[in-house]
């Protein structure tokens, strides 16, 4: 029974991976395309895009789901170098990179033979700042 349980939150850790890693690719496409450069427009980005964003990718991580027990997913987080402390999708702007990091933490493991503190598992993508796309051409060609 034992080998059993541990199998099963091995799994559950792997399924959650898996799902961080679509979740982040998900907020950082889309805070890419739909956030803005000016600064005057950092508002929104921060009062609407960011928050709807979050609200996607946490439903899709399983918070507030009947996923977040199997899962073990908790809305506290225990400090590390370099993760956020609460779960969601957090952005930094700098001046020619935006890094996106969605995080997720799980409850510590009691099981006879092995405890954890929890997992705080974090994915970190750097997206450049939005442009206009400019058409690839091989040097040397002309279009």
């Given at each position: 029974m034992f080998f059993l349980f541990a199998f099963a939150k091995v799994f559950a850790l792997l399924i959650l991976m898996q799902k961080l890693e679509?979740?982040?690719f998900y907020a950082a496409r889309r805070w890419q395309l739909e956030s803005h450069r000016n600064a005057i427009h950092e508002g929104w980005d921060e009062g609407?895009?960011?928050?709807?964003?979050?609200?996607r990718v946490l439903t899709y991580l399983g918070y507030g789901t009947p996923a977040a027990k199997f899962l073990d997913l908790v809305d506290f987080c225990r400090q590390t170098a370099n993760c956020p402390s609460k779960p969601g999708v957090t952005v930094q702007r700098t001046q020619v990179?935006?890094?996106?990091?969605v995080t997720?933490?799980?409850?510590?493991l009691q099981m006879p033979f092995y405890k954890t503190t929890?997992?705080?598992?974090?994915?970190?993508k750097y997206v450049?700042?939005?442009d206009r796309p400019?058409?690839?051409?091989?040097?040397?060609?002309s279009p």
């Open positions: 679509i979740a982040s609407t895009l960011r928050p709807h964003i979050q609200e990179w935006n890094v996106v990091t997720a933490c799980t409850k510590p929890g997992f705080v598992v974090c994915s970190t450049p700042n939005r400019i058409a690839f051409v091989l040097p040397g060609i």
